[in-house]
Nanobody, 124 residues
């Protein structure tokens, strides 16, 4: 059974930092592109960042470029999202997702597996 378990969310003041982790089990992690998405109350789930299966390519939504960094450790089957200079508009539930494919995608529907999410709240 595939499991993706996020951790590291919490409450932080604007300008602060958080590091999210997503631990995978039950799948061949090293052949999956891994993405982070987020969903704020009343809004649709949106793409945040993705990293290729081998870790040689990363892509970000424009609103987080220069502030967020996605990385992975295939030996630990874990993907990370380092979030710096957080803003109140970053408040959302953050989800990690796995996609077994060569092509990188930034939409949610192709992703095969999802975590339960971790809440990030940024106060002003």
């Amino acid at each position: 059974q595939v499991q993706l378990v996020e951790s590291g969310g919490g409450l932080v003041q604007a300008g602060g930092s958080l590091r999210l982790s997503c631990a995978a089990s039950g799948l061949t992690f090293s052949i999956h592109n891994m993405g982070w998405f987020r969903q704020a109350p009343g809004k649709e789930r949106e793409f945040v960042a993705v990293i290729t299966w081998i870790g040689d390519g990363t892509y970000y939504t424009d609103s987080v470029k220069g502030r967020f960094t996605i990385s992975r450790d295939n030996a630990k089957k874990t993907v990370y999202l380092q979030m710096n200079s957080l803003k109140p508009e970053d408040t959302a539930v953050y989800y990690c997702a796995a996609h077994r494919a060569v092509a990188v995608v930034t939409t949610a529907s192709p992703y095969d597996h999802w975590g339960q999410g971790t809440q990030v709240t940024v106060s002003s």
